[in-house]
């Protein structure tokens, strides 16, 4: 017979269990920021985003142009927020190296924002220019986002934001 209050309660807190998961009240959602990774090298190979590489394009002159402003190479650290919900940083621009290399960085932009095609211009030091551009789009079906990037590299599309260039 005790056993029968046990089986009642055990069975009333899954379902409270059950029918909260359901509604997503409550819920957070972080999206991921867009960013750019661009590896820029020439056709023998050589890191051209690696200011001690002979004919180098991050020199001066290099600029990148988003939203009629002009940012500069930053070495500055991103302070993150001290929050829960991960807000981007635009930072601009910056270089950082990895294991395959230097890899500039172009971001960060909001994820959740829908936008149209966005372009970023990059202007080289050697006076070329490569055009990156995105496209967001945010829905919503039954309380959860669906997320349409796309990314484009001079009016192509690409497959994702990390680009490799040969200049």
Known sequence: MKKHPLLIIAAIAAGFFLLSCEKNEGLIWDFT??????????????????SQTEGNIVGDGFRVLYDDNYFYLSDNAIELNATR???PN??????TKGEMGY???????DGQKNCDITDIVVEWSDGSTDTFSFSNEVTWRKNKPKIKRHFYHND????????????
């Open 103 to 109: 890899v500039l960085k172009l971001g960060e932009f």
């Open 90 to 95: 635009l930072y601009g621009t910056k270089i």
């Open 85 to 87: 919900y991960y807000m």
């Open 33 to 50: 920021p867009i960013e750019f990774q661009i590896r820029a090298t020439d056709h023998s190979g050589k890191d051209l985003l690696d």
């Open 156 to 167: 192509k599309m690409v497959e994702t934001s990390a680009i490799s260039i040969v200049k």
